[in-house]
Structures are given as C-alpha cells and as structure tokens.
Nanobody
Framework: QVQLVESGGGLLQEDGSLRLSCEAS?????MAWFRQTPGKERDFVAG???????????DSLESLKGRTTISIDTDRTIVYLQILWLKPGDTAVYYC??????????????????WGHGTQVYVSS
C-alpha cells in the first residue's frame, strides 16, 4: 500500500516561512495538504496533480491567500507546501493527502484515500 511520509514543521517564528514536504511511496494521481487545529475540522489548504499541471488553493481559508504555494517534484512524487509571513493562526497539524483518482473534489476530505500521520506546526509571536 502506498504510504505518505511528511517532514518539516516544528516551532517557527511569526513572519517567518514554512516548508513542508510529503513523499508518496507509490503512484498517486493527486496530492494535497490539509490542516487541523484542536476542536476544529480538517481544512483543505492546497492540492496539485502529479504532473504539476493544475494547482488548487483553499477558497475558505482567507488568511492563507497570497501566502501559500504548493509544488511537486514529479520525478520523486514529493509534494511541497510553502507558507510565507507566518501568523500564530497558522499553528495546526498539517496533513498530507493523496488520491489514486484523477477527478477529485479538492476540498473534500473524503476524496482522498491516503493520509499522512500529520506534522505539527507551531508559530510563536
């Protein structure tokens, strides 16, 4: 079974930057990042196709607009998430997700059949 292995995160400073990576051990069609804070739902952050053609960003997380970039190493199936000008509100557990299906509802958690274990990001002010 394909596994997703995340790396990055930890304790970061406000106004700094974040770069997370997630490597898939086998073939997938799409990869994405979600984040979750205690007591809240897991929210879609961004998604990308394995070819790198087609990137999708959250419509609901207004605070991330203009600060977030998703990219992919197509040779190694590693997806990256970069967030600039970090805010304490970016503190969350970030999850990598992937699907073996080409057509997905990007922001729907149910569209993804593979999940990483999550990596904690804490942004201090």
């Amino acid at each position: 079974q394909v596994q997703l292995v995340e790396s990055g995160g930890g304790l970061l400073q406000e106004d700094g930057s974040l770069r997370l990576s997630c490597e898939a051990s086998g073939p997938v069609e799409v990869m994405a990042w979600f984040r979750q804070t205690p007591g809240k739902e897991r929210d879609f952050v961004a998604g990308i196709r394995k070819t790198g053609i087609g990137r999708y960003y959250s419509d609901s997380l207004e605070s991330l607009k203009g600060r977030t970039t998703i990219s992919i190493d197509t040779d190694r199936t590693i997806v990256y998430l970069q967030i600039l000008w970090l805010k304490p509100g970016d503190t969350a557990v970030y999850y990598c997700a992937a699907s073996s299906h080409y057509a997905v509802s990007w922001s729907s958690r149910g569209a993804y059949d593979l999940w990483g274990h999550g990596t904690q990001v804490y942004v201090s002010s």
